[in-house]
């Protein structure tokens, strides 16, 4: 199915789990820590500026967002792991996560992005784990691939094969929103899950 990836709009965002509508349409989830670069990701998959309000400020977006794009709703979960916020805050935002990922919807694949420049962190571990325990079909992006040179890509490369489990046998891509790396095939990707519809 190609989709015209220009046409795709914010639809609504939701500060509670209990807000979120029941599922209607196929969904694809894009998890990550803080300021890994999930609403970058978005705009560059959709090819627009400002669709995923991007920020320099870590933890900034606290609601699940979700972007709508024919039939799929793409929804960016709050990035975690930022230390910088209150206990409470906290504790809403890991609720809004697992209830959205415990949820019965029609989710068709989760992008779960780490940066390539650093080894994963123990939450990026937590959720690897989750995805795989219950199953969840997952694509590893690995973001900011153009900030590495070739050797020292290569170097952290070897290094995933260590620090996540499973990394073999698990697809990833690596993505620049600076030089446009993985755009294609991460548009792929979404076209293979959602074709189904």
């Not at 420049?117 to 989750?130: A, E, F, V």
């Not at 973001?143 to 952290?156: I, P, S, V, Y």
């Given at each position: 199915?190609?989709?015209?990836?220009?046409?795709?709009?914010?639809?609504?965002?939701?500060?509670?789990?209990s807000q979120?509508?029941?599922?209607?349409?196929?969904?694809?989830?894009?998890?990550?820590?803080?300021?890994?670069?999930?609403?970058?990701?978005?705009?560059?998959l959709?090819?627009?500026?400002?669709?995923?309000?991007?920020?320099?400020?870590?933890g900034?977006?606290?609601?699940?967002?979700?972007?709508?794009?024919?039939?799929?709703?793409?929804?960016?979960?709050?990035?975690?792991?930022?230390?910088?916020?209150?206990?409470?805050?906290?504790?809403?935002?890991?609720?809004?996560?697992?209830?959205?990922?415990?949820?019965?919807?029609?989710?068709?694949?989760?992008?779960?992005?780490?940066?390539?420049r650093?080894?994963?962190?123990?939450?990026?571990?937590?959720?690897?784990?989750y995805?795989?325990?219950?199953?969840t079909?997952?694509?590893?992006?690995?973001?900011?691939?153009?900030?590495?040179?070739?050797?020292?890509?290569e170097?952290?490369?070897?290094?995933?094969e260590?620090?996540?489990?499973?990394?073999?046998?698990i697809?990833?891509?690596?993505?620049?929103?600076?030089?446009?790396?993985?755009?294609?095939?991460?548009r792929?990707i979404?076209e293979?899950?959602?074709?189904?519809?």
């Amino acid at each position: 199915m190609k989709l015209n990836y220009n046409k795709a709009e914010f639809y609504a965002s939701y500060g509670k789990y209990s807000q979120i509508p029941p599922p209607e349409n196929t969904e694809i989830a894009f998890a990550g820590h803080s300021n890994v670069g999930k609403s970058t990701l978005i705009n560059k998959l959709f090819n627009r500026k400002n669709l995923a309000r991007v920020s320099s400020v870590p933890g900034k977006t606290a609601t699940i967002n979700f972007y709508r794009l024919d039939n799929i709703f793409f929804v960016d979960l709050p990035g975690y792991g930022y230390a910088k916020v209150s206990k409470s805050e906290k504790e809403r935002w890991s609720g809004l996560i697992e209830g959205y990922l415990n949820d019965d919807r029609d989710m068709r694949l989760v992008f779960m992005l780490v940066d390539i420049r650093h080894s994963p962190t123990k939450d990026d571990i937590q959720m690897i784990n989750y995805l795989i325990d219950t199953e969840t079909p997952f694509v590893i992006v690995l973001t900011k691939a153009d900030k590495l040179k070739k050797t020292e890509r290569e170097k952290r490369m070897k290094a995933f094969e260590e620090e996540i489990p499973c990394f073999s046998d698990i697809h990833y891509v690596a993505f620049s929103s600076v030089t446009g790396e993985g755009v294609e095939e991460l548009r792929n990707i979404v076209e293979d899950v959602s074709e189904n519809d």
